[in-house]
């Protein structure tokens, strides 16, 4: 089904940890923060600190519009004690805590990019892998986003799925989603591991 509205591209990855201080991966998320924008794709991330934060602030360098979804029950909930950024054009405050603001944040998305990350982005790329959501790896980004093909088909004994696309480059990364995001549209069913009546196809796209 052809999008009649704009793309909207989630931001997930490390809020905390080892990779929030690689000068490497920070600079990729304010990339791929400038890409969305000057795409003119509507940004949404976690409203949460870290990586997703530097690609919101490079969103904002091209006066991109930027949506957070916030764990948080209330603005001042959301800055003094989950004592996260607010420089978003809009925060929805979903009372909801972290894992399930994942699924609305996940939901809200047409495609999911992955940057960095730990057990936490594990979790997104989890719910958004069995929803059958178009993926964006960050590659050379460190975390979990070095490790999905290893993590999807040799511990999960899983296949990478044709709507999951990798790159180290956030531009390129983009162009690859452009294309996937109009080829496999989201399926019906909310779980993916339910076979759809028209399901995507095995055969990976070459990219």
Do not use: W
């Not at 998320?29 to 990586?51: M, S």
């Not at 070095?146 to 180290?168: A, G, S």
Request: hydrophobic letters at 35%; glycine letters at 10%; proline letters at 7%.
């Amino acid at each position: 089904m052809a999008h009649h509205h704009k793309l909207k591209i989630g931001v997930m990855g490390s809020a905390s940890g080892p990779q929030i201080e690689d000068p490497v991966a920070r600079e990729k998320a304010r990339k791929l923060g400038n890409e969305i924008a000057k795409r003119g794709y509507i940004f949404i991330n976690g409203a949460c600190p870290g990586l997703p934060n530097d690609a919101l602030l490079g969103a904002k360098e091209f006066n991109g519009f930027t949506v957070g979804i916030s764990p948080a029950f209330s603005e001042y909930e959301h800055i003094n004690e989950y004592k996260s950024p607010h420089a978003h054009n809009m925060i929805i405050y979903t009372g909801l805590g972290f894992m399930e603001r994942d699924i609305i944040n996940i939901r809200s998305s047409d495609a999911v990019v992955l940057i960095g990350g730990g057990i936490g982005t594990l979790n997104e790329f989890t719910i958004a892998y069995d929803e059958g959501r178009c993926i964006g790896i960050v590659t050379n980004s460190g975390g979990i986003s070095n490790n999905i093909p290893h993590v999807v088909q040799e511990l999960c004994q899983r296949e990478m799925p044709p709507n999951l696309v990798m790159d180290d480059d956030p531009a390129k990364l983009l162009d690859k989603i452009e294309i996937v995001v109009k080829a496999y549209p989201i399926p019906i069913k909310e779980d993916g591991r339910i076979r759809d009546a028209h399901p995507v196809p095995k055969k990976r796209a070459e990219m």
